[in-house]
């Protein structure tokens, strides 16, 4: 299996152009939302709004103000994909549509999918969403046929201030830690790594981030679906017990009135032979 290949971005060098987007769709010959007439969102410059089976970069646009609208920040995050290294896309695809490549990236096989849309709920991100034209789900493969190819990722390749930069994992990592340290010399102590270990085994595209995950739109402890089994077992088995204990409960019942019906008509019919 060759090296695990992934992206890491430096949100701190984006400048929301939004090369990724339109190199993304370029080369995955995706279309343009409504047939290029899209209506503004009212979002800043974020008129993509979010992925889904059609957009598979998008460019965040944060503003954030003080109260007095004196002191600004604007924050800017081109996402993707995560790729994760346990993914839950992968965890429950009924079909075997969606795997893992030799580069450790996650890809949806558009012929194999049956748009059950399982892994589309499954998918702490919301980063996955069915294409209308195929009826299939998609997103971003990390241009599996470009690295296939030997090349870089149309939208790392189209980054012009380098925000998106892809290689090797072990490298992308040391490369991320140097950053961090550079940044907290300069005095940007709020700059952090999103998407390490502890996070879902680790994402193969993974962030630098200044502002709490939340901020950014992404979940600060994503799980994956099978966390979920063992409490909803749990459950399942607890209600059981109950409607079974109910069960033997309304039975005696029963029985305990028929019994009491069947004493009283074996008195009033001894009742009656006295009486003759």
Same mark, same amino acid.
């Given at each position: ?5 992934? /992206? /890491?971005?430096? @949100? ?8 990724? %987007?339109?190199?993304?769709?370029? #080369? ?12 503004? $969102?009212?979002? $800043?410059?974020?008129?993509t709004r979010r992925l889904d089976g059609q957009t598979w970069r998008h460019v965040k646009f944060?503003? *954030? /103000?003080? %109260?007095?609208?004196?002191? &600004?920040? #604007? ?34 096989? $558009? ?36 690295? *296939? ?7 790392? *390749?189209?980054?012009? @201030?380098q925000s998106i930069q892809f290689g090797p994992i072990s490298e992308l990592r040391a490369r991320? %830690?140097?950053?961090? *340290? ?15 270990? $502890? ?5 193969? &595209? ?61 008195? @009033?019919? %001894?009742?009656g032979e006295s009486d003759a």
């Amino acid at each position: 299996m060759a090296e695990p290949m992934g /992206f /890491f971005t430096d @949100t701190t060098v984006c400048i929301g152009c939004k090369a990724c %987007e339109v190199a993304c769709k370029e #080369w995955n010959q995706l279309p343009a939302t409504g047939g290029g007439v899209n209506t503004l $969102s009212g979002d $800043s410059y974020d008129n993509t709004r979010r992925l889904d089976g059609q957009t598979w970069r998008h460019v965040k646009f944060i503003e *954030q /103000f003080d %109260e007095s609208r004196q002191q &600004s920040r #604007w924050l800017m995050m081109s996402d993707v994909c995560k790729h994760c290294v346990q993914a839950g896309c992968l965890e429950v695809c009924p079909t075997g549509a969606i795997i893992r490549t030799e580069f450790d990236t996650v890809v949806i096989q $558009s012929d194999v999918c049956n748009g059950c849309r399982a892994c589309i709920s499954a998918c702490p991100f919301g980063v996955i969403d069915i294409n209308p034209v195929n009826g299939t789900a998609m997103k971003c493969t990390l241009c599996y046929d470009r690295m *296939q190819a030997g090349l870089t990722p149309a939208c790392a *390749q189209a980054c012009p @201030t380098q925000s998106i930069q892809f290689g090797p994992i072990s490298e992308l990592r040391a490369r991320a %830690e140097a950053r961090v *340290q550079q940044l907290h010399e300069q005095g940007e102590t709020r700059a952090y790594i999103y998407g390490d270990e $502890s996070i879902l085994g680790g994402l193969n &595209s993974f962030y630098l981030l200044v502002d709490e995950p939340e901020v950014y739109g992404l979940p600060s402890n994503p799980k994956l679906p099978s966390r979920n089994t063992a409490p909803a077992a749990s459950l399942s088995a607890a209600g059981a017990a109950a409607l079974g204990l109910l069960g033997l409960v309304s039975l005696r019942k029963r029985r305990m009135d028929r019994l009491a019906a069947d004493r009283k008509v074996a008195a @009033t019919e %001894e009742g009656g032979e006295s009486d003759a």
